[in-house]
């Protein structure tokens, strides 16, 4: 597994919650803690993007040293990120004009703004972890990546494997709480789902067809004969 590059600056204070989030107080920091893949690589853009996983809005861009992810959100007035543009290797807010390097700190600000000080604006920032062509991210990221072990998903796509692997790895992976998922203005809402699990399999499914690795998610296959 790939180190996490680079550490989470200014991580999320103890006991945050997004704002008007749809989990209780007790699920968001549980699920906060997994792993979620929030984007493909190949369609990680050099513009910022919002991508919203477990109610919370991220960033993700592309620096010249990696990509990135952070909260979205900027340090200075709240606005968000995503509407800035990344220019001479820093991330520009698109408001004021505050430059922010790939660690979220903040470099500089326009000499109009007149502060005092940038030291205090960081972007909350989150790891970016690319693993088989996903970008994987945590907001409260302990330890190893808890990515989980996606080679099995890959050979159970084999039509002569089983299909019960795949799924109990996810069981296993997601636990029984409650899941949400959603990338750009796509939203995943989990009430509409059978399950925790089929919304997991069904987001993997996209996502692993789409790369070519599996053309059909073999949990959701009907039973052969
Ligand atoms: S809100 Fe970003 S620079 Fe002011």
């Known amino acids: 597994m790939p180190p996490v590059e680079p550490p989470p600056s200014r991580p999320l204070p103890e006991g945050f919650l997004p704002p008007n989030c749809t989990f209780s107080e007790q699920d968001w920091p549980v699920l906060a803690r997994?792993?979620?893949?929030?984007?493909?690589?190949?369609?990680?853009?050099?513009?910022?993007?919002?991508?919203?996983?477990?109610?919370?809005?991220?960033a993700i861009y592309r620096m010249p040293d990696g990509i990135r992810i952070g909260r979205d959100m900027c340090p200075h007035r709240g606005l968000p990120l995503s509407?800035?543009?990344?220019?001479?290797?820093?991330?520009?807010?698109?408001?004021?004009?505050?430059?922010?390097?790939?660690?979220?700190?903040?470099?500089?600000?326009p000499e109009k703004l007149a502060l005092k000080t940038?030291?205090?604006?960081?972007?909350?920032m989150f790891p970016?972890?690319?693993?088989?062509g996903l970008v994987w991210?945590?907001?409260?990221?302990q330890g190893e990546p808890g990515i989980p072990d996606i080679h099995s998903t890959i050979e159970a796509s084999d039509p002569e494997r089983p299909a019960s692997p795949i799924k109990l790895q996810y069981e296993d992976w997601m636990g029984?709480?409650?899941?949400?998922?959603?990338?750009?203005?796509?939203?995943?809402?989990?009430?509409?789902?059978?399950?925790?699990?089929?919304l997991a399999l069904n987001e993997y499914q996209r996502l692993f067809s789409e790369m070519g690795l599996i053309t059909t998610a073999p949990a959701l296959q009907p039973s052969r004969a």
Do not use: M
């Open 176 to 198: 029984s709480a409650k899941f949400e998922f959603s990338e750009g203005e796509i939203t995943i809402d989990p009430e509409h789902h059978r399950s925790l699990q089929d």
């Open 137 to 141: 991210t945590c907001l409260i990221p």
């Open 34 to 58: 997994q792993w979620f893949p929030v984007s493909r690589v190949d369609e990680v853009p050099a513009k910022p993007r919002q991508v919203i996983l477990l109610n919370l809005r991220l």
């Open 128 to 132: 970016a972890v690319e693993h088989h």
């Open 83 to 109: 509407t800035g543009r990344i220019e001479d290797d820093e991330l520009v807010c698109a408001y004021h004009g505050l430059r922010y390097g790939s660690d979220g700190q903040c470099r500089k600000a």
């Open 118 to 124: 940038v030291e205090c604006f960081r972007i909350t």
